[in-house]
């Protein structure tokens, strides 16, 4: 399969500190469903902020679908959850509203959606069960409609690439297990490649195909069942 | 009152700038964002301050050294250059410092002054009256092509940032606008009050608006009623209207709060 992500002997380090990361090479085949954890400051968002081509490596290269990532041409095709604190979740906004700004990048900035870009909003919604919410605003739904609302918004991108940062921040054990169940027929039915970054892997565990350990550099990457047990609660990785 | 031209020019310039401050001052507060129109004004403040001293209009080196102010704190927030209240600081005590030091230099701490601080309702002039209408009128268009992708990235701006959205363009074209904001309304709020009237309706329309649209529209009305109420109390009392302005904008904050309280608000948030 043709891929989707490609780091290549990649380093970074903020400013002149110590590396956050040395020598990875990572790899991520269009389609797959990977899960990215590891202990907090231990590199996992700044992995994908590099494969997202947000941040430069110090070393190394970027690829996404075959471009350099800080070039990709296709961006409105990435659909990115970021971590709930940085997500406008007390801005007065209504669900369709939220799920509407994931149509920006594909529907242009001018002026209002047209009715195609109306009418995948309204999919998006439907997709992941939250088109009888369309109305109501963001900040009177629980933490799980939440984060199906801003998954509609990436939805609504029509995403080749869906990362999803911390997800399950704030969000409790039924919602985390209705999001893995999601994401895995997302996967399956709209075959969108899908990063999954925790400090835990939690529930996806048992859809993904693929666990990757990352501390200061990729300490564990396969199937779930070759997880050695000690490491199933990734914040205890030492190495 | 409308038979003096006077109060014709400053509720025709009020209407425009009513309007045009909530509008600017909503992305600024769902931004959380809100207390940099009075940096801003601060850096207004050493334009007017110059104007005096050159002796050109001190409107036109307001506009210019607002909007320079605007970007300059974007500029520096988005590059992590300082932190945002570090940035703010930075700009706000420097402007403000170069505005003292350049007013006592030309002599004019006097009532010229006073009416850019704290508002006039005798100070607004046909040509002034144009200015407005002409920025005032760019500025609600600009908002109205741009609502939303501006919107989209108060929702979500690094996702935006990922899909490719201009967020750093578009952050920077808000900032103009509130520089465009400041420097047309000096002459009526005032630059010590005129971040007040950015960013109180848009804190009062959200206690009871129900989206992100009609907190933006609710804001403009709260904003058109404010300015509009406050001239006219202004005029038969015989008081500053910047303040007056403000304080009817606070008002209606305590009213809209009210209105929530008692349920008429949105379910949360």
Known sequence: ?239 | MFELEFMRLAFAAGAVIGLLAPAVGFFLVQRRLSLIGDGIGHVAFTGVAAGFILEVSATALALAAAVLGAVAIEWLRARRQAAGDQALALVFYTGIAAGVVLVSASGRLNVDLFAFLFGSILTVTWSDFWIVLALGAAGLTVIGLLYRALAGIVIDEEGARVAGVPVAVLNVVVSALAGITIAVSMQIVGVLLIAALMALPVIAASRVAWSLASTMLLSMAIGLGSVLAGLTISYYADLAPGGVIVLVAAGAFAVAATARALGAGPAAG
């Open chain 1, 1 to 239: 399969m043709p891929l989707a992500v490609e780091l290549r002997g990649v380093s970074f380090a903020y400013g002149r500190g110590q590396p956050v990361l040395s020598g990875v090479d990572f790899a991520v085949e269009q389609g797959q469903f990977v899960a990215i954890a590891g202990p907090n400051g231990g590199g996992k968002t700044t992995l994908v902020r590099l494969a997202l081509g947000l941040l430069e490596p110090t070393d190394g290269d970027a690829f996404l679908f075959g471009e350099p990532a800080a070039g990709f041409s296709r961006r409105a095709t990435l659909g990115y959850l970021a971590q709930r604190s940085q997500l406008g979740t007390e801005a007065p906004a209504t669900v369709r509203e939220v799920v509407s700004a994931g149509r920006l990048a594909a529907g242009g900035l001018l002026g209002a959606l047209r009715r195609r870009d109306k009418a995948i909003v309204e999919e998006a919604m439907r997709t992941v069960g939250i088109a009888g919410l369309a109305g109501r605003p963001l900040a009177a739904l629980s933490g799980g409609q939440q984060q199906r609302a801003f998954i509609a918004k990436a939805l609504a991108g029509e995403p080749s690439l869906l990362v999803l940062d911390e997800p399950t921040t704030g969000v409790d054990v039924d919602a985390q297990e209705a999001l893995a169940t999601l994401l895995a027929e997302l996967r399956r039915e709209l075959r969108v490649t899908i990063l999954y970054v925790s400090h835990e892997f939690g529930a996806v565990e048992r859809y993904v195909e693929r666990l990757v350990l990352v501390r200061g550099g990729i300490v564990f990457d396969g199937p779930p069942q070759a997880l050695p047990e000690r490491w199933h609660d990734p914040s205890h990785v030492h190495v």
